[in-house]
Nanobody, 132 residues
Framework: QVQLVESGGGAVQAGGSLRLTCAVSGYTDSTYCMGWFRRLPGKEREGVAIVESDDSTSIAQSVRGRFTVSKERAASSLSLYLQMNSLKSEDTAMYYC????????????????????????WGKGMQVTISS
């Protein structure tokens, strides 16, 4: 059974940093597409950052230069990270980790965020709150 568990969220002041972690269990295949998504208050969920099994990445325009996505693949574990620096109040949202068991073949930038293929698995999400 594939499970995604996010950690590292919380509340910080504007200008601060957070590092989000997504721990994946139960998935051992070498092909995947993973990403961070967020749902801002009153808005649709949007893609923030994507990383594929070949290490290629895509970053939303709204966070480019401030957020960095990375992954770590060991023999029996897969982890996804999102380093968030220079946080702004508009970054306040629920953040989710997603896993697609195939490559992401449709990634486009739209309205500051990313639109990507549907994920196969999701974490439960966690709140990130930035106070000004």
């Amino acid at each position: 059974q594939v499970q995604l568990v996010e950690s590292g969220g919380g509340a910080v002041q504007a200008g601060g940093s957070l590092r989000l972690t997504c721990a994946v269990s139960g998935y051992t295949d070498s092909t995947y597409c993973m990403g961070w998504f967020r749902r801002l208050p009153g808005k649709e969920r949007e893609g923030v950052a994507i990383v594929e099994s070949d290490d290629s990445t895509s970053i939303a325009q709204s966070v480019r230069g401030r957020f960095t996505v990375s992954k770590e693949r060991a023999a029996s574990s897969l982890s996804l990270y999102l380093q968030m620096n220079s946080l702004k109040s508009e970054d306040t949202a629920m953040y989710y980790c997603g896993l697609r068991t195939r490559p992401c073949t449709h990634i486009r930038w739209y309205n500051g965020g990313l639109v990507v293929d549907e994920m196969d698995y999701w974490g439960k999400g966690m709140q990130v709150t930035i106070s000004s």
